[in-house]
């Protein structure tokens, strides 16, 4: 495939947590599920909040670092990018930019949900389905893989999006097999107990890291520049 394409769910959905089976026929392969998203040009594209899906050992995602930390991430398609990685707690903010335009998005970890080993282990190989659970509620926003709890995120952007739609990613690439079943979503009115329900060891961190990425305008001439 030469472009990114979804399969949309054509109703907005708010806070709701959404469970789901996937496993992948090939050893390749790079998915995710959209949620809170908006429909832009294109053939079926999606920009929005995505829950990255890829077999468990994939590294080669065409970028300089393709390592487990992507695997089960939170990323903004056609936005943010990568916001929060594999086994981290993290808060997510945005602060002005000397340049001016969009500003820098802050990412703030806080500790961690579990390690990536312990969430990696858990995941099952072909034919095996996996269980995925994305819970959005408000600005927090969790995924649990097979029991454990992949990421938790806390979205303070001002400019993030609250509600939108859900899709599943069919990414470009190399061609890859991917499987999905078991559909339900459940709308919520409060967050889930979380401690409860799924497999959690929580490491607060000794100081706070931050991470900081700019948000670029482009035009076909290069970097916009503000008036």
């Not at 990114?4 to 392969?29: C, M, S, V």
């Not at 959209?34 to 909040?49: A, H, K």
């Not at 095996?128 to 995924?143: F, L, P, T």
């Amino acid at each position: 495939m030469k472009y990114n394409t979804f399969l949309i769910l054509d109703k907005p959905y708010t806070d709701f947590e959404i469970r789901f089976k996937y496993r992948f026929a090939t050893a390749q392969g790079n998915s995710g599920l959209q949620i809170r998203s908006g429909q832009t040009d294109g053939n079926y594209v999606l920009g929005g909040m995505q829950a990255n899906i890829i077999p468990a050992n994939f590294t080669d995602c065409g970028l300089p670092s393709c390592g487990e930390e992507r695997f089960g991430m939170l990323y903004e398609e056609l936005n943010r990018l990568e916001l929060v990685l594999l086994g981290q707690k993290a808060t997510i903010t945005r602060r002005q930019s000397k340049t001016g335009g969009p500003g820098q998005v802050v990412r703030t970890i806080t500790g961690t949900t579990n390690s990536r080993a312990d969430i990696i282990k858990a995941v099952k190989p072909y034919p095996e389905w996996n269980e995925d659970i994305v819970i959005a509620h408000g600005n927090r926003i969790i995924h649990i893989i097979n029991g454990y709890v992949a990421f938790d995120a806390t979205d303070n952007d001002p400019l993030r999006t609250m509600s939108g739609l859900i899709g599943i990613q069919a990414h470009a690439g190399p061609p890859s097999t991917m499987q999905f079943k078991d559909f339900v979503i459940k709308p919520l009115t409060a967050m889930p107990d979380i401690a409860s329900r799924f497999i959690s060891k929580p490491e607060t961190a000794a100081e706070p890291e931050r991470v900081y990425r700019t948000i670029e305008l482009k035009t076909e001439a290069g970097p916009y520049v503000a008036p």
